[in-house]
């Protein structure tokens, strides 16, 4: 028999077609869409709200662990690009660009490229190597270090299969740039700013992340170490959710950023550099979201709670709409995570319970219908987008952070007990490759914890067989070495494999 | 006999080489420099900081009147830009075109560009035409609008003579644009953001500016006006501060942007456009810097105090660097502007009056010197800003307020009087003619408030001849019709001529 079907506001369900779902989402939530510009998305309103939170936020954290904010050029001359061997390797079939600066009439009156620049220029697809120039100019003495400063900035990487906020032509990101005296020094800062991701996204994301080093194989173009955090999203594939990477003194020696030391000696810094983007956002949407739509953990939602006037009568809606205002302003007086409560009274001409499924889709975290008897009668209810639709709490003024706390909890330990379930240890080859193998088309696999001796041909062969790649060496595990599973050797770390994003 | 000189920290003086000194005061400031790429700069933490400030004012102003941020494209495909006749060909000479999208080893070994795009595409110079195509889809009927968006974005315009914040090849700034279903209701918009543009300049950059509008020759290429603001520089030039734009149904014909009005027909909709960009930042420099280096107007300053422990014993040190970390604490309690107070203890290893005159240059408003004998007596002296570096003031904490907004007011005032005193009336060429001649290097000319019948080719002849142009026909005048000076024609307008950056 078959199992009955529960209707859903997005089509298809995460469970029928995940990557669908997920587009699904994007769209009945009015986030983003595709633009005509090749892999190029267009972040409408809801969705670009969510980033400006992201960007208030990681900002206040970068300032207080000491880094101010600059801006550096769009544009990279190609030879500045070519200076650090393995960097223009990594990024040199996704560049874009520019030979020209103008545009003239062709001889069949179109409008063609001219005026060619000597010189190409790249549009940068990250800014070690523009970065590094200016730093070599500005570092002369130990007494100049550490330069610790960030940059947010949109970047572009010639992506072939894009999807948005995960993978997209141009994005959104910052991007940290710091120079030290000593390599002990930028280790720490490397590490430290790892710690800032790793604790803006639990504790604003609602999204666990293992914090962790990557293999070689997976290691930014240039880097000595490359640190990432890693998230499962709800088809259990990791996403790598920001880097942070030990640069050791390769950019330096690249880039001439030298040092006169405290005994008068010339040296090389010792550069770190950073990066989260708008796919942490996409991370989010997939941790959270359910088959009725987005849903947003409250301290990064675009707005907190949906004030919907049920009016029935012409006679009531003055009333109703006055009461819902005054609500509304004492609410947007109380202030959540130092930001006011940001609240919308929805006055659009529709039927309320279209109203209020436009608000489920869009993932606002509270829902509140204020109808004439209820009002009256000081007996209001308030839907939470984690609980069942129909699901209603009592309403009180001044419960609502308490409220919205509670939610931002729930979301963290669910995405938390759904990773621990799929998180698996595994002791042996065989069990790896079913664990990885699908049944069908069904969601399948996880993070498969593993002892490893790293080897780039193993990791290889297990990319293109299963697509799995290894996430990282997680850093919060004792690390208790033991039997590679897939070739016996002893000693081999733990290591997490996974599908991923 | 000649004139004493008297010493100051920025040479040239302004009377001496304004240009030069201008880049003399950005240099000692540390605000920015000159990148490696042709006309871009680099701008540097305490410069960017201005510009976070401005964003967070501004941000809150277009908020507060109905606007929302989103993110469009850094690329417009050429075809798309060829749709608008008049605007394609406003920006043709200047446009970077990206016609590659990687790299690859050439028959030299040396990387050159490959994987020739099918279509050029343009990195924007103004966004009109890439969000217009998404408006396009986004607006159905009548109860879709008004459209209200804001973008912060980099754009790029290939100039040919660059000037650092000034006019620079790549620059960041906002661009709004908005779409309404009446003409009444754009050009409402267009004159609202022109009121915040320039409530935003008198109240935090004490920049007083003049509202206008552009005649036919400087319009925006496609608009139907343009309206503009206009602030006097200290070598009386003008600077075009913002941009509000009202285009008529020119961009909706070209994009396709059209609704169903309420009486069930399709029409096309009425759009606007709004920027400002970096270039504030030089008009604010310009304004109020003297020959000492930058004068920052306290609601946008960098930072607000700098605190100078003066140490002459060893004994001492601990004492005072503790009382001025507590004070420090303290005052970034107090909330200036809904902001804490931004305060900076300067421990640097050097020379008290050459950290003094480090902040001098670098423009912030009050200094405090911390010596043992008047921090135990309690009886500091604050220096302020806007007046002569020996000038000091008893400091009392709970003042400081009050004292920032004193320098804010002094400021506005300042540059306002300036203004005021360089800007005549001209009743005819003759005097017209003297008024932008130079007798030598001095500076001289500054605003003429003239009748004139507008006229492009008596326009291109003024320009050429004297490089004035007509900046604006300002709104604020009650506008008297007289005699054009140039023609003698009767029913002309009062506008204001100037030389302009």
Redesign the interface.
């Known amino acids: 028999m078959q199992k009955q079907k529960v209707r859903t506001a997005i089509t298809p369900t995460r469970e029928e077609n995940y990557p669908e779902w997920y587009q699904a989402v994007l769209k009945a939530a009015d986030l983003a869409?595709h633009?005509?510009?090749r892999g190029?998305?267009?972040?409408?309103?809801w969705g670009?709200?969510i980033?400006?939170n992201i960007q208030r936020i990681l900002d206040g954290m970068f300032k207080e662990t000491g880094h101010?904010?600059?801006?550096?050029?769009?544009?990279?001359?190609?030879s500045?690009?070519?200076k650090e061997a393995e960097h223009?390797e990594g990024f040199?079939?996704?560049?874009?660009?520019?030979?020209?600066?103008?545009?003239?009439k062709g001889p069949n009156g179109?409008?063609?490229?001219a005026?060619e620049l000597e010189e190409?220029?790249?549009?940068r697809p990250t800014s070690e190597m523009?970065i590094g120039?200016?730093y070599a100019?500005w570092v002369e003495s130990y007494?100049d270090l550490p330069i610790l400063?960030n940059q947010w900035?949109?970047v572009?990487r010639?992506e072939m299969r894009t999807r948005m906020f995960l993978r997209t032509t141009?994005f959104?990101w910052q991007e940290g740039h710091t120079v030290h005296a000593t390599k002990e020094e930028a280790i720490e800062e490397t590490k430290k700013m790892l710690d800032v991701y790793s604790t803006f996204c639990h504790q604003y994301l609602a999204l666990p992340v293992i914090r962790g080093e990557k293999t070689e194989s997976e290691r930014f173009p240039g880097a000595v170490n490359t640190y990432t955090i890693e998230a499962m999203m709800q088809d259990r594939k990791a996403l790598q959710a920001g880097t942070s990477h030990f640069l050791g003194q390769n950019f330096s020696k690249s880039c001439g950023i030298q040092f006169r030391n405290v005994a008068g000696e010339q040296e090389y810094g010792w550069t770190t550099s950073w990066g989260a983007t708008t796919r942490l956002i996409g991370a989010m949407i997939m941790a959270h979201s359910d088959d009725d739509g987005l849903v947003l953990p409250p301290r990064i939602a675009s707005a907190h709670l949906a004030i919907i006037p049920i009016i029935h009568s012409e006679e009531a809606r003055a009333k109703i709409l006055s009461y819902c205002d005054e609500l509304s302003s004492r609410l947007k007086k109380v202030h959540y995570h130092g930001q006011p409560l940001r609240v919308i009274v929805d006055v659009r001409?529709m039927r309320g319970g279209e109203k209020s499924w436009s608000w489920i889709k869009k993932g606002i975290p509270l829902r509140l219908e204020v109808g004439l008897r209820e009002m009256e009668a000081g007996q209001l209810q308030v839907a939470r987008r984690d609980k069942p639709h129909k699901e209603m709490t009592p309403f009180a003024e001044e419960g609502i952070v308490h409220l919205l706390e509670e939610i931002q909890a729930n979301l963290l330990a669910k995405a938390t007990a759904f990773r621990d379930q799929h998180t698996v240890e595994i002791r042996d080859e065989k069990t790896f490759k079913e664990f990885f193998t699908s049944k069908g088309d069904e969601i399948h696999g996880g993070f498969a914890l593993c002892h490893f001796s790293e080897d780039a041909q193993i990791e290889a062969k297990l990319k293109d067989e299963f697509n799995v790649t290894v996430r990282c060496i997680p850093l919060h595990l004792p690390q208790k070495p033991g039997k590679c599973i897939f070739t016996g050797k002893a000693g081999s770390t733990q290591v997490i494999f996974a599908k991923a994003y």
Request: proline share 8%; charged share 20%; glycine share 2%.
């Open positions: 869409e633009s005509a510009v190029c998305m267009v972040i409408k309103p670009y709200s980033w400006e101010q904010n600059a801006y550096f050029p769009l544009f990279i001359p190609l500045y690009m070519e223009v040199a079939k996704e560049c874009a660009v520019v030979t020209h600066h103008r545009l003239e179109k409008l063609i490229p005026g190409p220029l790249i549009v523009i120039h200016s100019k007494r400063i900035a949109n572009v010639w141009e959104l001409d």
